[in-house]
Structures are given as C-alpha cells and as structure tokens.
C-alpha cells in the first residue's frame, strides 16, 4: 500500500511532522519488505547480475546487530500472498511493466533498480540464522503491523505512506531517516542508541485545523493508493474547489495532498465528509462508489489477527485462511516462511506473477524455462484450488492457472494447464502423510535427475546441483562450457568460507589455500562500469529461475532435499566475472590447484553435472555435427511421461556422452582449443 505524494510531503515539513528519537531499549514493529528493499536499494550493491546475495546478506546481519547493540528488539511482519478480493491486481499489473522497463534499463547500462529474484528468500534465511522473529502474513501485512504496534506500545519501521494514516500510539519512523549506520553513545554512558526520526499523526491533525484524525482513511483513499484509483475521483477532484494555497507547494507536487487536507479538516467527521464528495458524482453512482469507498477505508481498521499470540508460542490465526478451509500443515508452513506467497496466489487464486530480472528482453522471459517445474507444483494444489472455488467465483477453465509474465518489454497473462498427478499425490491435506521415499521422487523426477547421481554431492548442494541438470537439460537454455564452469566455482565459495572460518586450527593448516582460493575468486569479480552481456546474463536467469521454483516444490513437499544456504550460493558478480576469465586468461585447473579440497569438491560437482549436458558443450567450435538434433534426444518433456518414471532418454544419453570419462583437466584443455 502507499498513498501518492504523501510521504514526500511529510518529509518536506520534517520540523512540523517528526520529532528526533535515540531509540534503544524498547521492540519495534519492522515492515519486512519495506526493509529487505531500502537495504537492497540503498547498500551500494550490484543490481545488474542477478544478485550479490553474500553482499546482501552481510548488510541485513549488520542491521540487525546494530539494533542488538541497542538492545533493541526487533519483529519483522512480512506480507503474503495478493488479497483474496484481488483488489491490488491493477497496482500490482502496473508495477510489474514499471519493472521491466527498469530491468532493460539495467540491461543496457542504465539506472534503476530491481530485486534480484532470490532476494525475499536470502532475507528470510538471514532472519533464521540470526533467530530474529518473524512472521508472514496471509496476505497484506499493513494493518497486522498497526495492531500489534499497538498492542505492544512500540514503533513501527517502513517506509510505507500508509503508516501516516494509520493511529500508531507510539508512532511510525521511516526507514530513510533510521540512521542504523550511525549508532551513537549516550553521554557518560556507554548505551548505544540509533538516531531516528519519528512521524506524529497528532502534529499532522493540528497542522491542518485539528482535523479529526479519523477523516484520515478517507482522504488515503481520495487521493488514491494501491487500493483504489477510480477514473471517478478524478472528476470529484476535478470539480471540488480546493482552498486557496494548495497550488503553491514545491512545483504543484503536493497540490492534491495539500488541497484534500485542507478541504476535509473543514468537516467533523468521515460521514459528512463523505456525504459531500458524493454530491460531486452522478446519482447513478453515488452507491457503488460510496460502498467501495468505505470498503477501502476499512483498509486502516484495527486487525482481527493477533500477532502477540504467534510470537509468542502460539499458532498463527487468520480468519480469511480459516474461512477458506486451507489445510493446517499450510497455514502453519505459510505463517512460518516456509512456503512462499507464490504458492498461496497458486493455490487461492489459481494466478501467479513471474517476476522480471535483469535479462535479454529480445529472448522469451527467463521463467520459461522452469514452466515444467510451477506446472507439477499446480498439480499438487489443484484439487485443493478447485474446492475453494465453490466459496467465489474464478473465471479459468478447471485444471489450469494463469501466469502474469513479461513477454517482450510488456506483460501477458498466460493460462497454463496443472499436470494430472497420482490420486495419492493430488490431496493436499495429507501431502505431508507421504514417505520420504515418494516425496524425494517426485522432486527428482521433476527435476529429471536419478538419487545415484547426486550421492557424492554435499547435502546442501544437491538441490543445487539436481537444478543444474534440470538447467543443462533444456532446450530454453544455451549455457556453455564457461557458464556451467563459472556456476560451480561459485558454489564453492560456501564451502570455501567455512574452511577459513572453522574454529578447527588443524583443518585450517591442511587448508591453507582454502583463503587463496577464496581470494581470488574474489579477485575475479566484476568491477563497476563493466559491460553486461545480455547472453550470459539470460543463461543464469533461467538458471535462478530454475532454482526458485525447485526450492518451491522442495518445501511445498516438505523440504525432501535439504533447502540450500541462498546466501553464500550465488554471486551474479562472480559468476559473470569468472565467464570473462575463463574466456581470456584463467583455467579452472589452475584455480583448484590452490586448494585440493575445493578441487575434489569441484569434480564431484562437475561430474553430477556433466552427463546432463549436450556433448556440444565439451567440443571444440566447427566439430559438432549434431546441434540441431540433440536437443530432440535429450529433452524430456514431463507432460509426456507424466507420472511415470526418469525417461529413459537421460539415461542413454548419459551413457553415449563420450566425453563422460573426461576428467576436469581434459575438459579444461577442450575448452582451450574452442577459444583459439
């Protein structure tokens, strides 16, 4: 939510609207995703890759800590899944083209800034290992967020507008003047404190006449926010005369702000006021829209979910989520961050948003390539999905979903078919009841990679590496030789840190080139102003798209592999500076031989890996006969073996890959003789 120009406007009278905080011992409300994006926004971080997330997540582990240091206790409220009445679906269609056009401008060395597609996910990780508490609402977090500040007394930290709407009994302070960077002492103390500002609902009110502060949800919706822009206000607005004044703030930008204050301080109270911006509309629709404007100021009412309860060893109680008869494994898994709003918009509202990164906007969208992945993951919510169909009407065909995704530089909405499942697989109540053996399977076969492969693999990698198979496999992506390279020595980083980390001193001797080798990939990052290409960028979208709906399906069947550490998986920076290297001065032989550890686990990633491949991969340019027919062999398309078995065609190719035997060093060697 967010109401247009009123954020601004505050913060243009600072002095009239905010008091100076030293905030420290005291809990405080967080906005989940107002913080995980101020901090991806405003930390310095390279945006263009698809993802700095070791960066990212050592700036949200400085956040925290500083407020540790201020004894500061913190509760994060992160949203859900869309509202079931699907009444942000024009705000949300809108800023999902916004967001690709600053994705291409991104892609072509402009400004901008995008989430990287695992953001939401390292950020709850972060939240996991620090033991920070946090919930995730149902759907929109906003009014959970007031009611539990106001249960507890304490302030509440967004950078949401709506919070200044909002009757906050200890207030509301914004994320950009939250100065966590710059903790202080108290004088003759040695308590830290963090300079803040804090919003004053009481100051704004008496800046305007007094005004009742409860004509404040009317004029949020009058002036227009996520909820509502209806065609119809603007004509109010258009025939209202608006006191004197409101058109000379700073270059008319507050005009609307300023001028609705001013003429809705002039009534006592919302009815009347409403009572006279329906005389400025035609008869015909004064009901209609006075109904839909008392609906949307419903919006800033207390919460009937009570948070306290949760944090505080309880379940997690939404009425809506109880209304519509979702199983109790999924509340709970949903409350917990444990399954994504990906799959409660799947499950509710039979649609899901495809987010856009920085990729080719000229080749079909990224997600593309894991559609085979979200359609297995419908097919375990289907019948679920159709059951809650009898409680509102939903206009799909039965047995599909839709799919807002980008098609060139716009948006589409595309209807996919579920794929039909085993009657023991399609009830959702009991997904939970299936052994470990069915549900690891499923994974499996889905991602089209047998158990026997993935045995040398680490235990946090084999999702990782199942999804790389899956990736290699396909005829969406293009990835050569240097991409699946780059890829795997990325991983290692993980492994890497926690070498130089342990506390075994012993292990850190017989690892000496542990931090090397950790160094100088490091090294191997690119540097700032570097020019993006498009290709390699697209090769490790679709890669991390991949990723995303595989960890998805992962913990829809409760988490058969175990979920991978995000934070230390993928560097876009990394990986994209390792493709240059590898393509001008650097082998993979030469890195590895600084740490014989991290080249044994390279191998054992290599060699999962490899067979998936088309041989194309490994041959020099000019000697491959077979491009345009291998892919026919090697690709598996689930909805033709669905249900059933590996197809068998993975496996014989597997075994006719005569580059099989290959070790790393031949394969270097290759892959020298391509570049000249």
């Known amino acids: 939510m967010g109401i247009r120009g009123l954020m601004s406007f505050v913060e243009d009278h600072s002095n009239e609207f905010f008091t100076d905080l030293k905030l420290r011992d005291t809990k405080i409300i967080i906005?989940?995703?107002?913080?995980?994006?101020?901090?991806?926004?405003?930390?310095?971080?390279?945006?263009?890759?698809?993802?700095?997330?070791?960066?990212?997540?050592?700036?949200?582990?400085?956040?925290?800590?500083?407020?540790?240091?201020?004894?500061?206790?913190?509760?994060?409220?992160?949203?859900?899944?869309?509202?079931?009445?699907?009444?942000?679906?024009?705000t949300l269609k809108d800023r999902a083209k916004e967001k690709i056009q600053?994705?291409?401008?991104?892609?072509?060395?402009?400004?901008?800034?995008?989430?990287?597609?695992?953001?939401?996910?390292?950020f709850i990780q972060v939240l996991i290992k620090l033991q920070v508490c946090f919930v995730q609402c149902f759907s929109e977090a906003d009014r959970d967020i007031m009611t539990l500040a106001n249960h507890w007394n304490c302030p509440v930290l967004s950078s949401d507008s709506d919070f200044c709407i909002f009757d906050l009994k200890t207030g509301f302070c914004p994320l950009n003047s939250f100065q966590w960077r710059n903790m202080n002492v108290i004088q003759g103390t040695q308590d830290y404190y963090i300079p803040a500002k804090c919003f004053s609902l009481d100051a704004l009110c008496h800046y305007f006449s007094n005004m009742n502060k409860a004509l404040l949800p009317l004029f949020a919706v009058l002036c227009g926010n996520d909820h509502i822009n209806l065609p119809m206000m603007e004509r109010f607005l258009s025939q209202v005369r608006l006191p004197p004044g409101a058109a000379s703030s700073k270059g008319r930008r507050h005009h609307r702000v300023l001028g609705l204050l001013n003429w809705l301080s002039?009534?006592?109270?919302?009815?009347?006021?409403?009572?006279?911006?329906?005389?400025?509309?035609?008869?015909?629709?004064?009901?209609?829209?006075?109904?839909?404007?008392c609906c949307s100021m419903e919006e800033y009412h207390q919460s009937q979910v009570k948070l306290q309860d949760f944090f505080q060893g309880s379940t997690y109680?939404?009425?809506?989520?109880?209304?519509?008869?979702?199983?109790?494994?999924?509340?709970?898994?949903?409350?917990?961050?444990?399954?994504?709003?990906?799959i409660?918009?799947?499950?509710?509202?039979?649609?899901?948003?495809?987010?856009?990164?920085?990729?080719?906007?000229?080749?079909?969208?990224?997600?593309?390539?894991?559609?085979?992945?979200?359609?297995?993951?419908?097919?375990?919510?289907?019948?679920?999905?159709?059951?809650?169909?009898?409680?509102?009407?939903?206009?799909?065909?039965?047995?599909?979903?839709?799919?807002?995704?980008?098609?060139?530089?716009?948006?589409k909405t595309s209807i996919v078919d579920a794929v039909e499942l085993p009657k023991d697989h399609s009830d959702l109540s009991k997904l939970t009841e299936l052994s470990l053996a069915r549900r690891q399977a499923l994974l499996l076969e889905t991602l089209k990679v047998k158990q026997t492969i993935l045995d040398?693999?680490?235990?946090?990698?084999?999702?990782?590496?199942?999804?790389?198979?899956?990736?290699?496999?396909?005829?969406?992506?293009?990835?050569?030789?240097?991409?699946?390279?780059?890829?795997?020595?990325?991983?290692?980083?993980?492994?890497?840190?926690?070498?130089?980390?342990?506390?075994?001193?012993?292990?850190?001797?017989?690892?000496?080139?542990?931090?090397?080798?950790?160094?100088?990939?490091?090294?191997?990052?690119?540097?700032p102003g570097m020019r993006l290409d498009l290709d390699t960028a697209h090769?490790?979208?679709?890669?991390?798209?991949?990723?995303?709906?595989?960890?998805?399906?992962?913990?829809?069947?409760?988490?058969?592999?175990?979920?991978?550490?995000?934070?230390?998986?993928?560097?876009?920076?990394?990986v994209h500076g390792l493709c240059q290297q590898l393509l001008t001065s650097t082998s993979v032989e030469s890195l590895?031989?600084?740490?014989?550890?991290?080249?044994?686990?390279?191998?054992?990633?290599?060699?999962?890996?490899?067979?998936?491949?088309?041989?194309?991969?490994?041959?020099?340019?000019?000697?491959?006969?077979?491009?345009?027919k291998k892919p026919k062999k090697r690709s598996t398309n689930w909805s033709k073996n669905r249900g059933g078995p590996i197809s068998n065609t993975r496996c014989s190719h597997a075994g006719s890959n005569r580059f099989g035997p290959l070790m790393v060093e031949n394969l270097e060697e290759e892959e020298t003789s391509e570049l000249e």
């Open 344 to 411: 409660s918009d799947a499950l509710v509202l039979r649609r899901t948003f495809l987010h856009t990164q920085v990729e080719n906007m000229q080749q079909p969208n990224a997600h593309r390539i894991a559609l085979p992945i979200r359609q297995i993951i419908y097919g375990l919510l289907l019948n679920a999905s159709l059951h809650l169909e009898s409680m509102f009407w939903n206009p799909l065909p039965p047995q599909t979903f839709s799919e807002v995704e980008r098609i060139h530089k716009n948006i």
């Open 592 to 628: 590895l031989s600084m740490c014989p550890k991290a080249k044994q686990l390279y191998e054992h990633l290599f060699n999962a890996t490899r067979s998936f491949a088309p041989a194309e991969l490994f041959l020099p340019k000019g000697k491959s006969n077979s491009k345009k």
């Open 102 to 122: 600053v994705a291409h401008s991104l892609s072509i060395g402009g400004g901008g800034c995008v989430c990287p597609l695992l953001i939401r996910e390292v």
């Open 266 to 293: 002039h009534f006592a109270n919302p009815t009347e006021a409403l009572n006279n911006v329906l005389k400025y509309l035609p008869k015909k629709d004064q009901e209609n829209v006075k109904e839909l404007l």
């Open 456 to 527: 040398p693999v680490p235990a946090l990698l084999k999702l990782p590496i199942a999804v790389s198979c899956y990736w290699l496999q396909s005829t969406e992506a293009k990835a050569k030789l240097h991409h699946l390279q780059a890829l795997l020595l990325g991983m290692l980083m993980g492994p890497l840190h926690a070498m130089i980390n342990s506390p075994d001193k012993e292990h850190l001797q017989q690892e000496g080139g542990a931090k090397m080798l950790y160094d100088e990939l490091r090294r191997m990052q690119t540097r």
């Open 31 to 90: 906005d989940g995703y107002a913080l995980f994006h101020r901090l991806c926004f405003n930390s310095n971080l390279e945006l263009r890759y698809g993802g700095d997330y070791d960066s990212f997540a050592d700036v949200v582990q400085n956040f925290f800590e500083s407020l540790f240091a201020c004894n500061i206790c913190p509760y994060v409220v992160l949203d859900g899944g869309c509202d079931i009445s699907d009444k942000k679906l024009t």
């Open 539 to 574: 090769v490790f979208c679709q890669w991390q798209c991949c990723l995303q709906m595989a960890m998805y399906l992962n913990q829809l069947l409760s988490t058969p592999l175990p979920e991978p550490d995000l934070t230390r998986l993928y560097n876009g920076s990394l």
């Open 317 to 342: 109680v939404c009425p809506t989520a109880l209304n519509l008869g979702l199983p109790e494994w999924v509340q709970v898994a949903l409350s917990k961050g444990q399954l994504a709003p990906f």
